[in-house]
């Protein structure tokens, strides 16, 4: 077996041996396989740093931009870091497994063909909705606050923690809800969750012991959040969107008394929830003692326009505000939180006590000082640069290799709703596109059985993870899934 390469140590490319087949093409994915093959085999080990994207081009004879995006790829995947000073290593986490047989790149594919990927390269781009770049962490900003919040904590801080959250940090998002958000918030309505997902599912639980039986979720909606609700024990009521947004109409109609939406930009659709429906949805909740459960979940994330406020902030006393830093920071972090009535904030800190005795005590302090210090304001400036360069690289690259599609939801998140042209097969566009290497979600499970059949076949794409350049390759790749082989 070749010895793994020494940290720093000076290489050639024959050090790296990385099989690259020109006939083949698609050679940045060819370069992605070899370097996960070198360290799944343990050829390459954590902390190995690699040579500079330039001299691996020169070395290979290929273009920097082919190199570039091989390791934006990784990067992307966690198995490579990179650091401004210390340029690009083999990822901490990762580690050897057992050794398979490298997939050897197809050649001489037809001219009326599309690549196929191999086994390491099924998703050589992937657009799933819902993944921020990681790879966009701002690990100095934020290991610069756990140091800071470190250094001031007072020894008692580290005992069990308020069930609601530390007050420090449920002040400071009170205070960046309040600025930001146009929410009415204050720190005794503020309750620190595990996230979005975990502050539903307790808040599903009360209301079903207030006798809340039914929630009422929008259509289409999130798949991952159904088994969820549904094994909290309530009947799930599905209730169509258009382009204005949850049909309060037919929300009477299912007679819930509490709704879950996400009005600032619909998931899938990305619509947003007109001024009129707004003001019917908050005239229902009060007609019939109800709820609105309000899913914040993308709402830092706007472009075109200014942010439209959150329904919270209309009716705090009916609304509860759900939010989470893990599409602004990294799901990984697992911090989120309720903003609710002063009644109901106490009973979910109550709740906490009672079964997991409140969140990590340190994570708080750390984004109370990331918050405080103005670091997040400065990050999420950061994104929505990058993330609004790579939306409008999608979109337009969309356009053009996808003739007849629409592009909806480009106002805000990080992903695109793209109807497909007429006379597509939705499922097949699906299983065309993993077959070229490109990872898409199609809308039709997210929709109810009773309105899939009807409503326009749509795709999912997230933008986030992929610099431009792949995803411009992505959407070619799309479009030639759709001539090639996915017509109904």
């Known amino acids: 077996m070749t010895p793994a390469l020494l940290p720093d140590a000076k290489r050639d490319v024959t050090d790296l041996h990385l099989p690259l087949d020109r006939a083949a093409g698609r050679l940045s994915a060819q370069i992605a396989a070899g370097f996960r093959a070198a360290v799944r085999s343990g050829r390459l080990t954590a902390g190995t740093r690699l040579p500079s994207s330039r001299d691996l081009a020169r070395d290979m004879d290929v273009s920097r931009g082919v190199v570039v995006a091989a390791y934006e790829q990784l990067t992307a995947e966690g198995f490579l870091v990179a650091r401004r000073g210390d340029g690009t290593r083999i990822a901490p986490l990762a580690r050897p497994d057992d050794p398979g047989p490298l997939p050897a790149p197809e050649s001489g594919a037809s001219p009326n ?161 007109s001024p009129a429906r707004r003001a019917q ?113 999608l979109a337009d690259a969309i356009r053009a290799h996808v003739p007849g599609a629409v592009v909806q939801g480009v106002s805000a998140g990080i992903h695109l709703y793209v109807e497909l042209p007429r006379g597509c097969d939705e499922d097949r566009v699906v299983e065309a596109a993993a077959r070229a290497g490109v990872s898409v979600a199609g809308a039709r499970p997210m929709r109810s059985p009773a309105r899939a059949d009807a409503a326009a076949p749509a795709l999912v794409l997230g933008y986030a993870r992929l610099g431009e350049a792949r995803l411009v390759k992505a959407a070619e790749l799309l479009g030639q899934a759709i001539v090639h082989g996915a017509r109904g």
């Not at 919040?149 to 400071?172: C, I, K, N, Q």
Request: glycine share 8%; charged share 25%.
């Open 113 to 273: 063909s599309f690549p196929c990927a191999g086994a390491d390269d099924a998703h050589s781009y992937d657009l799933s909705p819902g993944n921020p770049d990681l790879s966009g962490f701002p690990r100095d900003r934020w290991l610069a606050a756990a140091r800071s919040a470190l250094r001031t904590l007072p020894h008692d801080a580290f005992t069990y923690p308020d069930p609601a959250g530390v007050p420090a940090l449920r002040a400071e998002l009170a205070g960046y809800l309040c600025r930001v958000r146009a929410a009415h918030a204050d720190p005794g309505r503020v309750v620190i969750m595990s996230g979005v997902a975990h502050g539903l599912s307790a808040l599903v639980g009360l209301l079903k012991a207030d006798g809340y039986t039914t929630l009422a979720v929008e259509d289409p909606t999130s798949v991952r959040q159904l088994p969820m609700l549904a094994a909290g024990g309530v009947r799930m009521a599905r209730v169509p969107v258009d382009r204005e947004g949850l049909i309060v109409e037919e929300l009477a109609r299912t007679g819930a008394r509490a709704v879950l939406v996400t009005p600032a930009h619909q998931y899938p659709t990305g619509v947003v929830l």
């Open 281 to 393: 949805l908050i005239a229902w909740a009060r007609a019939v003692d109800g709820v609105v459960i309000e899913d914040d979940y993308d709402a830092e994330f706007r472009y075109d326009r200014e942010p439209v406020g959150c329904l919270q902030g209309v009716d705090p006393d009916r609304v509860v505000l759900l939010g989470s830093v893990s599409k602004s920071l990294a799901p990984a972090l697992r911090l989120g939180w309720a903003v609710a009535p002063p009644a109901l904030a106490e009973r979910l800190r109550v709740h906490r006590g009672h079964t997991d005795l409140g969140a990590p005590v340190l994570e708080q302090h750390a984004l109370a000082e990331f918050l405080r210090g103005g670091a997040y304001d400065r990050h999420l400036r950061t994104m929505r640069r990058r993330y609004r360069a790579r939306r409008d690289a």
